[in-house]
């Protein structure tokens, strides 16, 4: 028994562990019951609905994907024993004897349903029929009261002060009862959960607009005292904890949320009468000792409750100054990307989509009822499309898109988990002058632009980039740093204000396999926006992708990375799995053969001056004579060495830079930031490479293993980047000092 209380509790990095586990991970519960049920693969494990260590580690390792670290699944097994309790204790009705080995398969599904992604309403029906055994439709009260244990075990581990939230879900339970008949029903269910709105913030309420002026409530700590909008009172606990809307930042207990006024901020005008000019919207509290804009006077704050300030502009003002305000909101420093309430309003279309509201109507194309919207900007301004990539960057890319829902528009701000970019794209179809920034990595970018060539726009916004994924080369490569870490995005917004559009290169990739019928893995994109290379480069890209899926726990940061991907350039000079590329590969620029060197152990084809996290393989160019002269257009294909040496690098000169890699420990110094140069052989307009046996390859930093093949890169289009504007002390390529490296 001591031995098992040792292990009965998560630590805060093993549940962290875990869940990047479940976020690697494409499996859900429903995908696992399965196997334990009927003739699933793993039957024989489960029996009177429990599960012994081996099960629960064969359902950890089906749910998961992978083999669990030992400690973390032995963990895991001890805290649910003895029905599930948080502390191993027995619970009524757990269908699991005291002090039995034996765990409950419906507390362990329960308990990794509510961490999984989905709608909340989802999430309670799933663990309602978790319980429901005999298919009757009723609870009684020791299954819902197991329910809560759960759900009570999730918030302690997901950081909650569940002082607030236990005795909310007890009156739950005493109300949920409707009829009062002792047990409860399915709808019973259902009706006090989603009504409950702790308990949905607790189960993932959406991130995005569902109904105008609903709050979009988020569990918030706060490091400083902090008071409720409803009552008054400190927020209590460790570390302050209340429920803060993401759009109006009125916050709340727990407890006060159903008592909350249930209007937020309207993202569109209701009819065109409401249109045209934007008026202040003021929203009490959160000024915390600023000045009044209107008196310059100090507000003084009373429990951060005193004060007024508007959701659109941001500016603070006393009570009293209010009738001296001008009611027009001009939209403060960030007016140039807002798009005010007034430029969005209903239309009424003579033929209208037979989408109807609700699963495929596209995110902020309409309203609740179904109306569509059409986007009238201000004149003379640049509206912002915003792309976010959650899963980027940690919880980097969940804390952006909150922040950017604050500051701009929410309509302007898209989940990629939502949908994808296709819906945002369609809401800005008709207006001019947008501009578009991505918030995660190279490969959410190359998404985006892909979105952008389908979509077929009448006008091609320019894309920005705020990095927030591992390598980041593009972003380098436009000034936007080598990753995000937590700059004021007032800042980078307004930088987006002074920068240049610039276009970029894409290339066409062609893979004719020798052998259709010969195994290998799936190319990752038909589209070069960075780089393209195969051998020694692609090898060691390969390995470390097949560690990474295998073992996620051990790349949780960009340091870590490094240090794997010089271990794998280390192992790979003993193996020399690509030596004499020469042997099997050819390559030929605008039809010219080039020339390969029996060193030679991989080739990369470059479109932009940064790989690998911020290499630049092409180097640094010496100019001087060579060149092509001024006014004259240089050749389809440049292979002579002398000539070369005068080839600078441009992201839109429609030409690809060929580079290649001789020994295996200069990659590996390459990919630890020591060395950042490579062998020039050629600058071409198109390329087509021959292999006669599988090769590693990459592109954009996504490695496969291909078999024998022929390839073609031509030029496909450009797509319009917005480069950041020159800081004053800058490093390679003009990186903002102080940007993190990858």
């Not at 099960?55 to 669990?68: A, H, I, Q, T, V």
């Not at 409720?228 to 927020?235: E, R």
């Not at 033929?351 to 004149?379: H, K, M, N």
């Not at 053969?593 to 790989?611: D, F, H, Q, Y």
């Amino acid at each position: 028994m001591e031995e098992t209380r040792e292990w009965a509790t998560l630590s805060p990095q093993e549940f962290a562990q875990l869940q990047k586990y479940m976020d690697y991970s494409s499996r859900r519960v429903q995908d696992v019951l399965q196997q334990f049920y009927g003739t699933g693969a793993l039957e024989q494990h489960q029996g009177r609905e429990c599960l012994d260590l081996a099960g629960f580690r064969l359902f950890l390792r089906s749910y998961l994907e992978l083999d669990p670290p030992e400690p973390l699944c032995r963990r895991l097994f001890a805290s649910f024993q003895g029905g599930g309790g948080p502390g191993g204790s027995p619970q009524p009705g757990g269908g699991v004897p005291a002090g039995s080995s034996l765990v409950s398969i419906s507390d362990v599904s329960c308990y990794f349903s509510l961490l999984e992604g989905g709608r909340p309403e989802d999430k309670l029906q799933f663990t309602f029929k978790l319980y429901d055994k005999d298919g009757n439709g009723l609870l009684d009260s020791s299954e819902v009261e197991r329910i809560i244990t759960q759900m009570m075990r999730v918030a302690q581990y997901l950081d909650w002060d569940v002082t607030e939230l236990e005795p909310i879900l007890q009156e739950m339970m005493r109300e949920i009862d409707y009829d009062g008949s002792g047990t409860v029903s399915l709808s019973e269910w259902l009706r006090g959960g989603v009504t409950n709105i702790p308990l949905l913030v607790l189960l993932g309420l959406d991130r995005h607009l569902k109904d105008e002026g609903q709050h979009l409530w988020r569990l918030k700590h706060f490091t400083r005292p902090e008071y409720c909008n409803v009552c008054a009172g400190l927020l209590r606990g460790l570390r302050g904890q209340g429920l803060r809307c993401c759009l109006c930042r009125f916050t709340v207990h727990e407890r006060c949320a159903r008592c909350a006024p249930p209007s937020c901020i309207s993202t569109y005008a209701k009819s065109r009468r409401e249109a045209g000019v934007q008026a202040h919207v003021w929203v009490p509290g959160g000024c915390d000792a600023s000045k009044c804009s209107q008196c310059q006077k100090r507000i003084k704050s009373f429990q951060s409750l005193t004060g007024l300030r508007c959701v659109w502009c941001h500016t603070k003002i006393h009570e009293e100054c209010r009738p001296l305000v001008p009611p027009t909101c001009d939209c403060g420093v960030l007016r140039d990307h807002i798009l005010p309430p007034a430029t969005i309003c209903p239309v009424l279309l003579e033929r209208q989509d037979s989408a109807t509201p609700g699963e495929g109507t596209p995110q902020g194309f309409s309203t609740a009822e179904g109306q569509p919207l059409r986007i009238s900007p201000v004149p003379g301004t640049h509206p912002l499309l915003v792309f976010v990539n959650p899963k980027s960057g940690g919880k980097q890319g969940e804390r952006i898109l909150r922040k950017l829902q604050y500051l701009l528009n929410p309509r302007q701000v898209y989940d990629l988990l939502q949908g994808g970019p296709g819906p945002g794209l369609a809401f800005f179809r008709d207006v001019p002058d947008c501009r578009i920034l991505v918030c995660g990595g190279d490969g959410t970018v190359g998404w985006v632009l892909d979105a952008i060539d389908k979509a077929n726009l009448p006008h091609r916004p320019p894309v920005a980039v705020l990095p927030l994924g591992t390598g980041n080369d593009l972003a380098r490569c436009l000034r936007w740093g080598g990753g995000y870490s937590g700059e004021d995005l007032v800042r980078i917004l307004r930088d987006m204000e002074g920068g240049s559009v610039v276009p970029m290169d894409r290339w066409r990739v062609q893979v004719l396999p020798r052998d259709a019928a010969a195994e290998g893995d799936p190319v990752p994109y038909d589209i070069i926006n960075n780089y393209f290379s195969v051998g020694v480069d692609a090898s060691i890209a390969h390995r470390f992708h097949v560690m990474r899926e295998r073992y996620p726990e051990k790349f949780n940061s960009r340091m870590k990375n490094k240090l794997w991907y010089l271990e794998f350039a280390t192992s790979e000079s003993i193996f020399a799995t690509c030596k004499g590329l020469k042997e099997c590969v050819s390559v030929e620029c605008c039809g010219t053969p080039l020339e390969l060197s029996a060193a030679l152990e991989g080739l990369a084809v470059l479109n932009i001056p940064s790989t690998h996290g911020g290499s630049n393989l092409w180097g640094e160019t010496k100019r001087g004579a060579g060149g092509a002269a001024p006014g004259t257009a240089p050749p389809p294909a440049i292979t002579d060495t002398e000539t070369l040496k005068t080839c600078v690098q441009d992201l839109s000169d429609r030409r690809l830079e060929v580079v290649g890699l001789d020994g295996v420990l200069d990659m590996g110094q390459i990919y630890a930031g020591l060395k950042s140069a490579g062998k020039r052989l050629a600058t071409c307009s198109e390329l087509t490479l021959r292999t006669s046996k599988p090769l590693p390859m990459q592109i954009d930093g996504e490695p496969w293993m291909q078999p024998p093949c022929t390839i073609r890169i031509t030029h496909k289009n450009q797509a319009l980047m917005l480069m950041a504007p020159p800081s004053r002390s800058s490093g390679f390529f003009g990186i903002k000092k102080g940007s993190p490296e990858a």
